[in-house]
């Protein structure tokens, strides 16, 4: 199990927790990143922050800092 901010470009991994607190952790979970959900790294911005992460048929960009409270395993 590693961070998700460790998710090479083009990896599939699968959440197992997120430790985020309050709206963040709300917020991502209303989008449907919850335990279990497959997700695939696509894009990284040019300076490397934020990065682009596609779930559950939608592309989404996450920053770095909230991008390591969120465990995955391949």
Excluded: H, W
């Amino acid at each position: 199990m590693f961070s998700l901010d460790k998710l090479s470009l083009g990896s599939t991994a699968s959440i197992k927790s997120i430790n985020c607190t309050g709206i963040i952790k709300t917020r991502l979970q209303d989008l449907g990143l919850v335990e279990g959900t497959p997700i695939i790294a696509i894009l990284r911005s040019p300076l490397g922050d934020p990065t682009a992460y596609e779930f559950r048929g939608s592309i989404i960009a996450i920053r770095n800092d909230e991008a390591k409270q969120i465990i995955v395993e391949n």
